[in-house]
């Protein structure tokens, strides 16, 4: 029977099930929107003990805070909601217009946050992505306004590198850094880990399960449908499919030793890299949220995590994890 742990990010005392759901697939990016099934996931994840829940303005966008502002009416004490800041976004609702942090903005945006929301807090807010043009220094304190009024409780960061992790954390206590991390995508080992932990920041890492690819069942990008965002996934390309597909045949191994599934052992596998990790695979499916959250229960052995590791090294992935475009906004 599961039972769901618990884990503290950071030190300021924010703590949240150890797995968490990213909300964003409920409303965009992977497929047509599907609210009641979603509605009914979000139910079911809060029933297993899930409370974390990720979200954005931009995820919609403002579509997927509002609908969790609808699951969540009435049992607010019941969940931790994380959203973001960091877009001045269109209001046709068509998608992005500026990457801007100002603090008029961040203000600004974070008041719509919790009217969508349908709140008067909010429990984790992240900037979203570093903005080049405002000084961290001026983003942090204003997080830290907001924070000594009431209408925000941690901060986080995302995507962010270690120069501007410093300059925050000097300024205001960061909680969770919110990035790319997974058995087949290790940029955060070498710098940014070291730094989280010398300064006790938690990790909470979003596409654990490689947008679906580690999980298995999973299409060439041109099999996808338009607006699906897999369909530009350079690592679902070509040749670099058929590289990560060999790559990644370690996982289903594993998984058969472990009596478990390929999705449930790279949850289990980022799970074991640190009590102060917090997963948030995404999904809008029922079935998949009881199938991630039953990863609390695998546990991988130091020979299984030692052949994870060496399998999926980074050069035995094929592809960068962006196009350029995207990469571009990533503060490395």
């Not at 697939?25 to 990720?54: K, N, V």
């Not at 942090?140 to 995507?159: I, M, N, P, Q």
């Not at 695979?281 to 079935?287: D, E, V």
Request: aromatic share 8%.
């Amino acid at each position: 029977m599961m039972t769901m742990e618990k884990r503290k990010l950071g030190t300021q005392g924010l703590e949240v099930s150890a797995i968490g759901l990213g909300c964003m697939g409920m409303s965009q990016s992977y497929g047509p929107a599907d609210e009641a099934e979603s509605l009914r996931t979000l139910d079911r994840a809060i029933e297993l003990g899930c409370d974390f829940f990720d979200t954005a303005q931009g995820y919609g966008p403002f579509k997927n805070e509002e609908l969790l502002g609808r699951a969540f009416k009435g049992r607010r004490d019941k969940v931790i909601i994380a959203t973001k800041f960091g877009f001045r976004l269109r209001g046709d609702r068509k998608g992005y217009a500026d990457m801007t942090s100002k603090p008029q903005d961040i203000r600004e945006t974070t008041e719509e946050s919790l009217q969508r929301l349908q709140t008067d807090h909010i429990d984790l807010l992240y900037q979203h992505r570093v903005d080049p043009n405002t000084p961290m220094e001026d983003v942090a304190g204003t997080v830290a306004d907001l924070v000594k009024e009431g209408k925000v409780r941690f901060f986080g960061l995302s995507e962010c590198g270690i120069a501007n992790i410093r300059r925050a954390h000097a300024v205001h206590p960061v909680t969770a850094l919110q990035s790319e991390y997974s058995l087949w995508e290790r940029n955060l080992e070498p710098e940014i880990i070291p730094v989280l932990r010398e300064l006790r920041i938690g990790l909470v890492p979003f596409c654990p399960l490689g947008r679906g690819f580690l999980a298995g069942g999973v299409k060439r990008a041109e099999d996808y449908p338009e607006g699906d965002f897999r369909r530009t996934d350079p690592r679902y390309e070509g040749a670099n499919f058929d590289a990560n597909m060999r790559a990644a045949q370690i996982v289903r191994e594993i998984a058969d030793e472990a009596q478990g599934l390929p999705g449930q052992v790279a949850l289990a596998w980022l799970l074991q890299k640190g009590a102060d990790v917090v997963p948030i695979p995404g999904t809008k499916r029922r079935s998949y949220l009881e199938e991630n959250l039953a990863a609390i229960d695998l546990h991988l052995d130091e020979v299984q995590m030692r052949r994870l590791d060496e399998a999926l090294s980074p050069d035995k992935i094929s592809g960068p994890r962006y196009a350029p475009w995207v990469a571009a906004t990533v503060d490395r």
